[in-house]
């Protein structure tokens, strides 16, 4: 199983003309996501399991937030808020949708966390 990790930078100001050599530029938000990622946080998969774990912990020690995507059930996403993921995105909480639909959906919906089960 591969996991892939994304790092976001903040949005930069648009008279930002130059950009630093010296040294990495700043994070905003680390996204991890796998092919599965509902497998991931199944026990029978601990090696996974602990590396999304260890990821989330690494990125809150470096000061960052994190996004889980491809959130499949609820205990995949009730893992992810014990692990205080910020915030999760999957077809657990909704799948895609026309814009009518999501308008439709979004008033339906209690506005809670992004990753409360």
Known sequence: MQISIRLIPPKQ???STTASVTRPP???TVR???PSPSAAMDTTVRNV???VRSMITLSHDL???VVAEGVETAAAAAILA???CEEAQGYYF???MEEE???LWLVASPQESSVAA
Request: hydrophobic share 45%.
């Open 26 to 28: 700043a994070l905003a």
């Open 32 to 34: 991890i996501s796998t």
């Open 94 to 96: 909704a799948r895609p």
């Open 49 to 51: 399991a602990a590396l």
């Open 63 to 65: 000061g960052y937030r």
């Open 13 to 15: 100001r648009s008279d």
């Open 101 to 103: 639909a999501l308008r």
């Open 82 to 84: 014990e692990l205080e």
